[in-house]
């Protein structure tokens, strides 16, 4: 029988808690901290069908997001709308997924993506350095979300709070987009805080 081997993060090896970059006054305008331990799920139903908006509200203890975008946070979950009939479910505990059997495509993809945390005063700047969307408070405020590239990766980025984003990324392009990430902060100076 093949060992089990526990999952690892892809950035072992480089995630190194401390400050980095430029120095300045009142200390580094963005921390960098890596979200390990999530529930994410990958949901795929037809809204107009009977008994899956339902059963996912009751899932998720949340209205699914219908607008393009649009989140919806009830603390220990985040959802997330990636299209007309796609989700991104962000748990911190394993939820109860039985009442959408038959009625949902359901896949666990938390092993295939990687999320860092971006914040602090100067967090818009640094991504806007390596992404195409209008970052500004007023275009994409705290609740939205939007899939784009950021730094030549196909990432989702979400704005959890003012000057707060979660960005994810395919395990596979985590270490090359950390890479870039830590390069683009120095300018501004960042810690990377406790995983």
């Not at 908006?53 to 209205?63: E, I, K, N, V």
């Not at 394993?94 to 914040?119: F, I, M, Q, T, Y």
């Not at 709070?161 to 950390?178: C, K, P």
């Amino acid at each position: 029988m093949a060992d089990i081997i526990p999952d690892r993060s892809a950035l072992d090896g480089v995630y190194r808690e401390g400050t980095y970059g430029a120095e300045r006054a009142g200390g580094p305008a963005v921390t960098l901290a890596e979200r390990t331990g999530r529930t994410l799920i990958h949901l795929s139903g037809d809204v107009d069908g009977a008994g899956f908006p339902t059963a996912a509200r009751h899932a998720f203890d949340l209205p699914l997001p219908l607008n393009a975008g649009e989140t919806r946070d009830g603390g220990a979950t985040r959802l997330i709308w990636l299209g007309p009939d796609a989700w991104l479910a962000a748990c911190e505990d394993a939820p109860d997924l039985s009442g959408l059997e038959g009625l949902a495509a359901v896949n666990d993809v938390a092993p295939g993506r990687r999320v860092v945390r971006v914040s602090g005063p100067d967090s818009r700047a640094l991504l806007a350095n390596g992404c195409p969307l209008d970052l500004h408070p007023s275009a994409f405020p705290a609740g939205h979300a939007a899939q784009t590239l950021v730094g030549h990766v196909t990432a989702l980025v979400d704005c959890v709070a003012d000057d707060t984003f979660e960005v994810y990324v395919t395990r596979s392009y985590a270490r090359y987009f950390w890479d870039w990430l830590t390069g683009q902060a120095a300018e501004f100076g960042y810690r990377v805080a406790a995983a």
